[in-house]
Each structure stands twice: as structure tokens, then as C-alpha cells.
């Protein structure tokens, strides 16, 4: 552990980044609050934010859009290799402002830093090649035919809690790097990360107006998403405010939207899986970040000869993790806010009435330094029927808590039908050690990630991530970000046209 993290670093706070420069808005609509949700005492900092911000962040974005988008590829590159050299700088700084900002342990919060260096490498040398231009020399007589991307132009992008440094860098790099510029309106749970992102680029000397940072809450958000100045918006969050952005932007058809709206995620166990595996992957994507995860285990469907020893195992190891403060490196930390934890526990009392058992009833938990901290739990489903699950509010909402629901199985097709009995469709997983199982289910199975004998969480940036139904609009991220940040553009270019032969078109007289 570094000295900052042992001492609790303070930061200044510097307010929005516009045009290249850090303002703290004259005019405030308001103030954020950044409290430790694993501390109630560590406060981070008080960010002000003005809804004029927003037109002022916008006419710098456009301002500098048409310059970026002209800028040659290369020396983009180079400008996101300078960003990735700022992060690996403020690794520690970083580190601890996730840790203690949305309460991921640290060691996770230090994976999360990774994921944000190796999202540049992967955006440099895997995802532009997917908007690479193409020519075709003779696509008709004496005319080639030619594809080349364009930027979108200024793109905002909404960033959630969860990831706040992850997430939020997995749109602005391949936007940035295939030439649009940037509004980022960090979570206002989640302010002084976005603040460190914006350093990182400053660090950069990334051209002014390129990147935007503009601090606030719902309010912002929407003035930012609604604006005729913004060409797209790239959001990552729950599916509720992913709707009031379609809502709110439904006149502005011409807009581009990339939603990643959560989900509901469920786990096939049949007979034949090693139960080893399935338990402890199930266990981890159940229960790490606190479940706040949008890939995160929630519904684990078990076949019946395996169900008893699954659910005791399960329940046996639930109780074994440690949970703690994230500067303690405990497994689990708390959840985001006391919202979250009575929401929570309502839940596990719907769960109750609709019949489910609670075989493990999750409760807040009173550490040395409050926080909104929480046991898991475990439900029992009594009735595994399709129509049930799909009554089933407990199994239709996406929680963004350690909660998870076991339901027994026997035949292969209600396994798949039963997983599918969810509004979301993300991700999904089968434990099976025969392949022909796992193919079955993978044809049947509506989610954007089907995975096999590995857990619903833990994604790789070098492959498509995105979901179905309430998940997602069909523009995956990670890998395939540089194709929702641009449109292609055909062309036919004849460059020495042939003479006009008079009659060559019927019809057509001229002299």
C-alpha cells in the first residue's frame, strides 16, 4: 500500500474542465457532495455545478471538433498514448479515489485502473481496424468504390458509479481516438474521478476543447443529452435513465444513442458441471462489487440431482468472504448509498411474499467506520415455472445488490427458457462439461455474452460487450465502441470519366 493510501490523500477541487482550462462555475445551481460510502465521515470533496456549464462545454466541443476530426490518426494516437503515461502516473492517487469515492476495494479498484490503460492499447490496435477505410477498385465500370469512417462529431458521454473510471474511459477513448470530441458528465456519485480523468488529459495536452469535463446531477445530465449541439450520446447506467435519455431525445432522431442498460443475468448449472468451478465463479459474479455490477449473477438455475448440495456449498462459502472498509482490501465493500440498502431490503422481503425462501437473509452491517454496508442473500425459488418467473418482480428487476435467487431444473429446454424469462438480456452462463450442451444453449440462450464454465462477469475488452431486450440498443461496446463512434461513408469515384455516348440510356434524347 502506498503512503497516500495509508494517509487518506486530499484533493483540491477544481471545478469543470473547459476549452483546456479548470473553472469553478461563478453562477451554481447547486453542490455535490462526495462522502465515502465506506466512511460517512470521509468526505472528498464539494463540487458546484452550474447548468450553464453545458452550453459553454458544448461550444468548446464544437469549436475543436472539426480541427480533431482532421487531426491524422497517428498523432490522435499519440495524444491517448500521453493520456495512458497520465494515468500510469496517478496510479495510486487513482486507485485510492476509487476505493474510497464508491467504496471497491482496493484491490479491485486496482483492476479497474488496468482496464482503463489497456482500453487505450486495445482501442490503438484492435478496435480502429474495425473502421479501417476500404476501397474496392472496380465496384462498377471505371468507377471505384470507396468506405472511409467519420466521426460522429461531439459526443457526450454519462458515466456511472460503478466503474466510474472504467466504464466512463471505455466510450471516451474510442471516441476521442476515432476523432470526435468530448462532454463527459461524470455520476454525481462519482465526481472527484471524473476530476482526476480530466487531469489525466490536461497532463496530456490533449488540444483545448477536445475534452470536456462538466460536474452535476439529473439535470445536467439531461441539458447535456438534449442539446442540438451534441451529436451523440454514449451512456452507460440503469435502464430507467437510459429511457428518459431515448425519451428526452425522441424529436432528435438524427442523434446517436449507445445505451448499456444493465441486466438480470442468469447461470444454467446442469448435472454433469464440475461443481467446483460453478460455485465459485457463481459465488464471485453474485457478490463482488457488492453486486453492483450490470454482468453481476443474479439468478442461478440449478439441475435438481445437483440442487441440495449446490445450495448448501453455495450458502456455506457466502458466509466465508470478508467484508469491509476497501482500504482494508476486504472482498466485498458497501453499496453506493442508503437508498440502495433500503431498496435492497424491501426486495428480500418481496422475494418473501412471492413464495421464495430466503436461505440467507442479507442485513446491514455496523463496522468500526459507518457505511452502507450489507450481508449478502441467498433466495430459494419454490416454483422454477417460466410463467412465474416472468410475474416474479424480485427476478424482473435488476437490484445492483449481493442478491441472488437458486432455482431447480431438470430439462435442458426449461433451462433456457427460463433464463430467457427475463426482461434484460446481457449475459449468461452455462456450467456443463459437454460442448453439444453448452452449443444448444448458447443457440437458445437472448443474451449479448453467452459464456461457458466461466462466470457472468469479467468481460474482455477485445470482444463485443453489449445486450438484448432491456440491456442495451444493439451498439456494444468495448471492442466494437470505434463503430458507434462513427458512420461510414460511401463514395463512387470515377477519375477520368469517359465520354458521354449520345442514345447510351433509352429514353434519354439529348444532343
Not at 476500404?134 to 468506405?147: I, R, S, W
Not at 437472448?446 to 444493439?474: C, Q
Request: proline share 5%; with cysteine; aromatic share 8%.
Amino acid at each position: 500500500m502506498s503512503k497516500n493510501q495509508n494517509q487518506n490523500q486530499s484533493w483540491t477541487v477544481r471545478g469543470n474542465y473547459i476549452a483546456g482550462e479548470f473553472r469553478i462555475p461563478v453562477e451554481s445551481n447547486g453542490e455535490i457532495i462526495s462522502r465515502s460510502p465506506a466512511d460517512l465521515g470521509d468526505e472528498l470533496g464539494r463540487f458546484r455545478y452550474s447548468y450553464g456549464s453545458v452550453d459553454l462545454a458544448v461550444a468548446a466541443a464544437r469549436a475543436a471538433a472539426a480541427k480533431w476530426r482532421r487531426t491524422p490518426v497517428a498523432a490522435r494516437a499519440e495524444a491517448l498514448r500521453r493520456y495512458q503515461g497520465a494515468l500510469k502516473r496517478r496510479e495510486n492517487e487513482l486507485i485510492e479515489a476509487i476505493a474510497r469515492e464508491v467504496g471497491k476495494p482496493l484491490w479491485e479498484s486496482r483492476t479497474e485502473w488496468q482496464a482503463m490503460l489497456n482500453k487505450v492499447d486495445i482501442s490503438l490496435a484492435d478496435s480502429l481496424k474495425l473502421v479501417a477505410p476500404y476501397e474496392l477498385p472496380k465496384v462498377m465500370d471505371n468507377t471505384l468504390g470507396a468506405c472511409r469512417y467519420r466521426p460522429h462529431g461531439v459526443m457526450a458521454v454519462i458515466g456511472p458509479f460503478n466503474f466510474p473510471g472504467h466504464l466512463a474511459n471505455g466510450h471516451i477513448v474510442p471516441a476521442l481516438a476515432t476523432g470526435n470530441t468530448i462532454i463527459f458528465k461524470p455520476s454525481e456519485k462519482s465526481p472527484l474521478v471524473g476530476q482526476i480523468i480530466a487531469e489525466c488529459f490536461h497532463e496530456a495536452e490533449v488540444p483545448e476543447g477536445v475534452f470536456n469535463l462538466v460536474q452535476g446531477e439529473r439535470e445536467v445530465g439531461r441539458r447535456l443529452v438534449v442539446h442540438e449541439g451534441v451529436d451523440g450520446v454514449l451512456f452507460t447506467g440503469s435502464y430507467e435513465v437510459g429511457t428518459r435519455i431515448k425519451q428526452d431525445t425522441l424529436q432528435q432522431h438524427w442523434k446517436l444513442l449507445a445505451l448499456e442498460m444493465g441486466g438480470k443475468n442468469s447461470v444454467i448449472v446442469w448435472k454433469d458441471a464440475d461443481l467446483e468451478t460453478a460455485l465459485h465463479e457463481s459465488l464471485f459474479a453474485a457478490f463482488v462489487t457488492a453486486g453492483q455490477r450490470c454482468s453481476a449473477t443474479s439468478r442461478i438455475i440449478v439441475h435438481e440431482d445437483r440442487l441440495q448440495e449446490f445450495v448448501d456449498r453455495f450458502h456455506q462459502r457466502a458466509k466465508a468472504f470478508t467484508i469491509g472498509h476497501p482500504m482494508d482490501n476486504a472482498f466485498m465493500g458497501p453499496l453506493i448509498d442508503q437508498s440502495s440498502v433500503d431498496r435492497y431490503l424491501k426486495f428480500q422481503g418481496i422475494a418473501a411474499r412471492e413464495g421464495s425462501e430466503l436461505v440467507m437473509r442479507g442485513k446491514t452491517l455496523e463496522l468500526r467506520k459507518p457505511g452502507f454496508y450489507v450481508t449478502p442473500s441467498i433466495v430459494l425459488g419454490s416454483d422454477s415455472s417460466v410463467a412465474t418467473a416472468k410475474k416474479s418482480v424480485y427476478q424482473q428487476t435488476e437490484l445492483f445488490a449481493p442478491s441472488v435467487i437458486i432455482l431447480p431444473t431438470r430439462d435442458i429446454e426449461h433451462s433456457i427458457e427460463l433464463a430467457n424469462a427475463t426482461q434484460y438480456g446481457l449475459v449468461s452462463s452455462v456450467f456443463t462439461a459437454d460442448r453439444q450442451t453448452y452449443e444448444h444453449c448458447f443457440d437458445g440462450l437472448e443474451t449479448g455474452l453467452v459464456n461457458w464454465n466461466k462466470s457472468t462477469v469479467g468481460a474482455s475488452s477485445k470482444l463485443p460487450f453489449g445486450g438484448f431486450k432491456k440491456s442495451g440498443n444493439h451498439f456494444p461496446t468495448a471492442v466494437s465502441a470505434s463503430l458507434y463512434c462513427t458512420s461510414p461513408i460511401a463514395s463512387l469515384e470515377v477519375a477520368e470519366p469517359k465520354a458521354i455516348v449520345p442514345g447510351a440510356t433509352p429514353g434519354l434524347n439529348w444532343s
